[in-house]
């Protein structure tokens, strides 16, 4: 999976797929999606398990084209965390702020499966 894969499916959720002047650049975008990678390795250390039995490490996308270390399974998990954390920064819309805290159960529901 690719940077870019969570990304874009980010962008269909927030309604935010008019480039290039998109209401949430890729910059802060992918840093979310860094921070999510991170937290889900915090919680979830056993998602660095390589299938030859040896310990993956953590590397962050810093480009659309970027890869992820974390499987697909986690592309849904980390599409909820970057909207969760893009809808916070407008907390002060009622409404954004409802869909903050409906990805961020989402995503809080999938770290726990």
């Not at 990304?7 to 949430?24: H, S």
Request: hydrophobic share 40%; net charge negative; with cysteine.
């Amino acid at each position: 999976m690719i940077a870019q894969n969570v990304i874009v499916q980010a962008r269909r959720q927030l309604a935010d797929e008019q480039g290039p002047q998109y209401r949430w650049p890729d910059k802060e975008l992918i840093d979310y999606l860094n921070d999510g990678q991170n937290e889900i390795v915090r919680l979830r250390p056993d998602q660095l398990l390589q299938a030859d039995g040896t310990i993956g490490t953590v590397s962050e996308p810093a480009a659309l084209g970027d890869t992820l270390f974390l499987s697909d399974l986690w592309k849904q998990g980390l599409t909820d965390y970057v909207c969760w954390r893009a809808f916070s920064t407008d907390g002060a819309d009622k409404a954004n702020a409802e869909k903050a805290a409906a990805h961020q159960g989402n995503y809080k529901a999938r770290v726990a499966s």
